[in-house]
């Protein structure tokens, strides 16, 4: 015999017995009575959907979270290719793939109508970091007017082809007996490029 059995609840809750209960009492008993059983229906209807509406914030809350990470991946990846397509202009493009520095001080000297013989080049050893190499060179110039001086330093920082050169040091030196000359202008250049 289960426990259902023993309770014999149908039996026991005979409706036309509570049908009379109800139907003598009060008045206001019965208003509060309905009062009650429509606030316990009601909270029955509600209960899952405050449970769902719940969830529903929470995933709502997570989507946003999701966009927003989105977002910043879409961000940084859109970086990521420009600074990739920004190296590989780098290394491609009209430049000598073995000594860029040498090409480009030839060329910004042959503009600024430098004589070769008044441009020296020594490379340094070359650096690696990570994917990265770093080519560097010391130039020495001789004889450089001031206007070629600035603008020697206007075209090395203003590349047309988008290469970035950095300037690590500049040594400028005047001649004692005409100001207008530069009697040394040296300079540390270096580049970036993919590692092969």
């Known amino acids: 015999m289960s426990l259902f059995d023993k309770i014999n609840l149908p039996s026991r809750l005979n409706f036309d017995d509570l049908y009379n209960i109800f139907v003598g009492m009060e008045r206001r008993q019965q208003i509060g009575l309905m009062a009650v059983a429509v606030m316990v229906v009601l909270g ?3 209960m899952p959907v405050s449970c769902v509406s719940g969830k529903l914030s ?3 809350s997570d989507y946003k979270k ?9 961000k ?3 970086k990521a290719k420009v600074q990739e397509s920004h ?5 491609g493009g009209s430049l000598d793939s073995d000594d860029p520095l040498k090409q480009i001080v030839y060329e910004i ?8 013989q008044k441009v020296n080049l020594k490379t340094i050893t070359p650096v690696q970091n990570g994917a990265l190499i770093e080519l560097s060179k010391d130039v020495t110039l001789s004889g450089m007017t001031w206007e070629q001086t600035v603008r020697l330093l206007q075209s090395l920082a203003q590349d047309p ?11 400028i030196q005047s001649d004692p007996k005409n100001k207008s000359i530069m009697k040394t202008v040296s300079l540390t250049l270096s580049v970036l490029r993919p590692n092969k």
């Open 44 to 46: 029955l209807l509600f």
């Open 58 to 60: 929470e995933l709502e």
């Open 66 to 74: 999701a966009q927003k990470l989105a977002g910043e991946f879409y």
């Open 76 to 78: 940084a990846e859109a």
């Open 87 to 91: 190296l590989s202009g780098t290394a």
């Open 109 to 116: 000297s042959d503009q600024l109508q430098i004589e070769r």
């Open 161 to 171: 082809r988008g290469v970035s050169i950095n300037v690590k040091k500049i040594s």
